[in-house]
């Protein structure tokens, strides 16, 4: 059976790809294609975020008890990449290449950071004190 561990850390890996030919298009001066993967991942990562802070974190609070922990560094950090995406659609509609590939370079460390985190804690404590839970918490994360 997948684990959440197993299953979000593959998602954090489809949106680091489409981020890298992101960059590349860019780099390449292909805006098109630049558009079209933008479009994909910013719809992946914020996805990706729904479906932690509406079904992940919130079953985790509830379990754990744990409040003003992990979940509340984890949305921290979902604020200030929203941010970054903000800036990045900025950089993609006006084509300004420097201040987009700037922008990539600072949310990939910021991702980086934070992908380190739960594939390293959250998901491997949600897992662990989920428990039998764990499946059912999955399948409604599937669902977002
Ligand atoms: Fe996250």
């Not at 959440?4 to 960059?23: K, P, Q, S």
């Not at 914020?46 to 609070?61: I, S, W, Y």
């Not at 594939?119 to 764990?134: F, K, N, R, V, W």
């Amino acid at each position: 059976m997948t684990t959440i561990t197993e299953y979000m850390t593959g998602v954090h890996r489809h949106c680091d790809e489409i981020l890298a030919e992101l960059e590349v298009a860019v780099s390449e001066d292909d805006w098109d294609k630049a558009a079209r993967l933008s479009a994909d991942f910013l719809q992946a990562m914020e996805h990706h975020l729904t479906m932690e802070e509406t079904v992940l974190f919130p079953a985790f609070e509830q379990k754990t008890g744990m409040i003003g922990g992990p979940t509340m560094i984890m949305r921290e950090e979902h604020r200030q990449m929203r941010e970054l995406f903000q800036q990045l659609q900025w950089a993609l509609d006006g084509k300004a290449s420097g201040e987009f590939l700037d922008t990539t370079e600072t949310l990939l460390i910021l991702m980086q950071q934070h992908n380190i985190k739960e594939e390293g804690i959250l998901y491997p404590m949600s897992d662990q004190h989920l428990g039998t839970d764990a499946p059912q918490v999955l399948a409604r994360m599937q669902k977002v």
